[in-house]
Antibody
Framework: EVQLVESGGGLVQPGRSLRISCTGSGFTFSDSVMSWFRQAPGKGLEWVGF??????????QYAASVRGRFTLSRDDPRSIAYLQLNSLKVEDTAVYFC???????????WGQGTLLTVSS | SYELTQPLSVSVALGQTANIPCTGN??????VQWYQQKPGQAPVLVIS???NRPSGIPERFSGSTSRSTATLTISGAQGEDEADYYC???????????FGGGTQLTVL
């Protein structure tokens, strides 16, 4: 069974940094594109970015709204994907979801999300 | 930037057919996905690549597209289908994933 578990959310002050982790199990993590999304309270879904498998170059692609502040990485031996969030803003407050797959054709496996609150 | 527009809400009587539209441009060159999301839960992919239903998704869910409108159809809506529904495409011109604003489906 595919499982994705996010961790690392919490309360952070504006301007600070945070790293969110996504641990996968039940599938070949190293072969998988890992995607990230977020959802602000009471709002719709927003794509954050995705990171390709090493076989596809291991490169990442980001939404314009987070490019330059957020960084995706992966630790394939440990089956963990990371979302590094820098220079956090109040508007980054959201539930952050990781997911397995490429959004171009649909993402079927999602974690339950972790809440990040950016507030002073 | 590319935009997808959805109605804020759609209502359907129990057992009837619900149609949720998503308007945009050039759907003939874009693959449309649909996600269902219930409160406090992660989204669930219900339609991929315009018309494909992933394993485990009930047959009452179907998708269709025209040049400017993608439609999610729920034939014989059930109470458990009450949820928010989002359409989504990949905009290759900007290399961005685009979501519609979401439609809240109410089953009466």
């Amino acid at each position: 069974e595919v499982q994705l578990v996010e961790s690392g959310g919490g309360l952070v002050q504006p301007g600070r940094s945070l790293r969110i982790s996504c641990t996968g199990s039940g599938f070949t993590f190293s072969d998988s594109v890992m995607s990230w999304f977020r959802q602000a309270p009471g709002k719709g879904l927003e794509w954050v970015g995705f990171i390709r498998s090493q076989a596809l170059g291991g490169t990442a692609q980001y939404a314009a709204s987070v490019r330059g502040r957020f960084t995706l990485s992966r630790d394939d031996p440990r089956s963990i994907a990371y979302l590094q969030l820098n220079s956090l803003k109040v508007e980054d407050t959201a539930v952050y979801f990781c997911a397995r797959g490429l959004p171009t054709t649909g993402v079927a496996y999602w974690g339950q999300g972790t809440l990040l609150t950016v507030s002073s | 930037s590319y935009e997808l527009t959805q109605p804020l809400s759609v209502s359907v009587a129990l057992g009837q057919t619900a149609n949720i539209p998503c308007t945009g441009n050039k759907f003939e060159t874009r693959s449309v996905q649909w996600y269902q999301q219930k409160p406090g839960q992660a989204p669930v992919l219900v339609i991929s690549r315009d018309t494909n239903r992933p394993s485990g998704i009930p047959e009452r869910f179907s998708g269709s597209t025209s040049r400017s409108t993608a439609t999610l159809t729920i034939s014989g809506a059930q109470g458990e289908d009450e949820a928010d529904y989002y359409c989504q495409v990949w905009d290759s011109s900007t290399a961005e994933v685009v979501f519609g604003g979401g439609t809240q489906l109410t089953v009466l």
